[in-house]
């Protein structure tokens, strides 16, 4: 398995950050943009300013940063998720230990188009006969296409909540960026 562990993971391109972009990045030179996307796929939804920063990053620079980690996310897949959000249910579940600090429930949804299909492909082979296989490319293209497949991703999430009926979108999320650091993002966002 560690082969396999390491032939995903050597095609894994890391977004590189351009320091000279993100600064010279403004809410306001997109907010237009933020405010018409938002008010199409989720008018009934409400959408913190957090997320409206992180979507306004998005059309910038193509990527934001979370906690330091540079996340290349499709405008597009985010504004699927948020046009479905509503129908979803609890998504893939409580947050629970964020919840029980918040004090009130907490859901994140994976994205359908996940950047993240390097983590999601070694998942995958984990879990399948994969790890037995002769990797060649014939291989290696059946796996990404039943990774792909699956829906149990892994990666980034739409961070949400809804309360009697209302829903509020909180935000873009990494598992790897941290239970704590989301707890403080949340709480300077209520």
Same mark, same amino acid.
């Given at each position: 398995? !560690?082969?396999? $562990? =390491? ?11 351009? *320091?000279? *972009?993100?600064? /010279? #990045?403004?809410?306001? $030179?997109?907010?237009?943009?933020? $405010? ?17 920063? =992180? *979507? %306004?990053?998005?059309?910038?620079? @193509? ?19 948020? +046009? ?20 009130? $429930? ?6 359908? =188009?996940?950047?993240?299909?390097? +983590?999601? #492909? ?5 879990? &399948?006969?994969?790890? +037995?296989?002769?990797? !060649?490319? +014939? &291989? ?8 792909? %497949? ?6 980034? #999430? ?6 009697? @009926?209302?829903? &509020?979108?909180?935000?873009? #999320?990494?598992?790897? /960026?941290? !239970? ?5 993002? *949340?709480?300077?966002?209520?």
């Amino acid at each position: 398995m !560690d082969r396999v $562990d =390491q032939v995903i993971r050597s095609v894994d391109i890391k977004v590189r950050r351009d *320091l000279e *972009l993100e600064s /010279a #990045w403004s809410y306001n $030179d997109y907010k237009h943009m933020v $405010d018409e996307a938002l008010s199409h796929h989720c008018p009934k939804t409400s959408v913190s300013d957090l997320l409206k920063l =992180q *979507l %306004s990053q998005l059309y910038h620079q @193509g990527y934001i940063v979370i906690e330091n980690i540079a996340v290349s996310v499709p405008v597009s897949s985010v504004l699927s998720v948020l +046009e479905n959000i509503g129908s979803i249910g609890n998504g893939r579940g409580k947050l629970r230990n964020i919840s029980n600090q918040l004090g009130f $429930d907490v859901m994140h949804t994976h994205f359908g =188009q996940s950047s993240f299909i390097v +983590e999601n #492909w070694a998942n995958h082979a984990r879990r &399948t006969k994969l790890k +037995e296989k002769c990797l !060649d490319i +014939e &291989t290696m293209y059946q796996s990404l296409i039943e990774s792909v %497949s699956n829906d149990y991703k892994t990666g980034e #999430w739409v961070v949400f909540s809804k309360l009697n @009926g209302s829903i &509020t979108v909180w935000c873009l #999320w990494l598992h790897k /960026a941290g !239970d704590e650091a989301l707890v403080r993002e *949340l709480q300077a966002c209520t």
